[in-house]
């Protein structure tokens, strides 16, 4: 049997249906395996068991939603979490920051990030019109 393919129609499934409640029962169903077989096919296939790859992802996507400013409450609610503390706890442990401390390290990031574009856009034009001249003297 050829398992990448129906491992990877199954990762498109949870992709597509990553907010809503997945189980394992309903993933292995839709891949048209027993679930103890397709647990055991999809641990050896993509390294980690189903429900920690839908973990990862959901974490994974909420830690760009946090990039973006959105809510924390929010983003919890989004990817299946009950709580803002539930996520909170599972994305500390995902990430060692809490969604906060995550949402405000990007941030600084981001504004570095923009700094630097603008240094490096600046001495760009300065060096490249300086040499434009030197070239023309």
Do not use: W
């Not at 830690?63 to 994305?91: M, P």
């Amino acid at each position: 049997m050829n398992y990448n393919v129906d491992i990877k129609c199954s990762i498109e499934y949870i992709e597509a249906n990553i907010k809503e409640k997945l189980t394992p029962e309903l993933v292995s169903q839709h891949a048209g395996y027993s679930l103890y077989h397709f647990c055991r096919v999809f641990q050896v296939c993509m390294g980690v068991p189903v429900m920690e790859y839908i973990r990862k992802r959901r974490l994974s996507l909420a830690s760009v939603e946090l990039y973006k400013g959105r809510k924390i409450i929010d983003i919890a609610f989004d990817y299946g979490y009950e709580t803002q503390s539930g996520f909170t706890k599972a994305f500390r442990k995902e990430y060692g920051y809490n969604p906060t401390q995550y949402a405000v390290r990007m941030a600084g990031c981001q504004k570095l990030s923009y700094r630097r574009k603008k240094y490096f856009k600046t001495r760009r034009l300065f060096y490249g019109s300086y040499n434009y001249l030197k070239a023309v003297i």
